[in-house]
T-cell receptor, first 118, second 114 residues
Framework: AQTVTQSQPEMSVQEAETVTLSCTYDTSESDYYLFWYKQPPSRQMILVIR??????QNATENRFSVNFQKAAKSFSLKISDSQLGDAAMYFC???????????????FGQGTILTVHP | EAQVTQNPRYLITVTGKKLTVTCSQNMNHEYMSWYRQDPGLGLRQIYY???????DKGDVPEGYKVSRKEKRNFPLILESPSPNQTSLYFC?????????????FGSGTRLTVV
């Protein structure tokens, strides 16, 4: 079974600085996708960034970028120029194109609470 | 506006009193799913549905029921709620076969069972 692990329950960063959130996953599949979701205090789940396993190039969305290390099964999120509005719980998630009950199912990590200090 | 609508947003109930959490999406998505979120555990899948009348168990289905009679609706039913079902619940949907687009989530239902 696929698993996703976020080993940092909490992280903090100063406004305008850079922070990296860690995520590792375990899978035997070759065709899969990885996501980072943001959950602010409003509870809404917001898709931040996505990565296809087949793509070598790391995904980037404005101040958010990932470091995708396929061999190491690592998928970290880097937030540059941190802003107060980035404070939230961040979830790493995995899904696969493989058949069976795993198809399309999102498997989540435990979450990392990010605090941004002014 | 494309969205997943969950109701209610908050619910407090007593042990054993049947309840239903509604979920509706307006994007014509084939795939819908229910998750529960608990501290330190992230989100775990309860049930999912590939399309109308097609549902299956996720990782933590015990104590829950679902139905998918219409494409847009996917209610979560707790026949006899217990305190260990106190949690934050999310409904989510996505189009069939387009995994890269990820899911659209509802705004969550905070359930407390006393």
């Amino acid at each position: 079974a696929q698993t996703v692990t976020q080993s940092q329950p909490e992280m903090s960063v100063q406004e305008a600085e850079t922070v990296t959130l860690s995520c590792t996953y375990d899978t035997s599949e070759s065709d899969y996708y990885l996501f980072w979701y943001k959950q602010p205090p409003s509870r809404q789940m917001i898709l931040v960034i996505r990565q296809e396993a087949y793509k070598q190039q790391n995904a980037t969305e404005n101040r958010f970028s990932v470091n995708f290390q396929k061999a190491a099964k690592s998928f970290s999120l880097k937030i540059s120029d941190s802003q107060l509005g980035d404070a939230a719980m961040y979830f790493c998630a995995y899904t696969t194109n493989a058949g069976g009950t795993s198809y399309g199912k999102l498997t989540f990590g435990q979450g990392t609470i990010l605090t941004v200090h002014p | 506006e494309a969205q997943v609508t969950q109701n209610p947003r908050y619910l407090i109930t007593v042990t054993g009193k049947k309840l239903t959490v509604t979920c509706s999406q307006n994007m014509n998505h084939e795939y819908m799913s229910w998750y529960r979120q608990d501290p330190g555990l992230g989100l775990r899948q309860i049930y999912y549905s590939m399309n109308v009348e097609v549902t299956d168990k996720g990782d933590v289905p015990e104590g829950y029921k679902v139905s998918r009679k219409e494409k847009r609706n996917f209610p979560l039913i707790l026949e006899s709620p217990s305190p260990n079902q106190t949690s934050l619940y999310f409904c989510a949907s996505r189009p069939g076969g387009v995994l890269l687009r990820g899911y659209t989530f509802g705004s969550g239902t905070r359930l407390t069972v006393v």
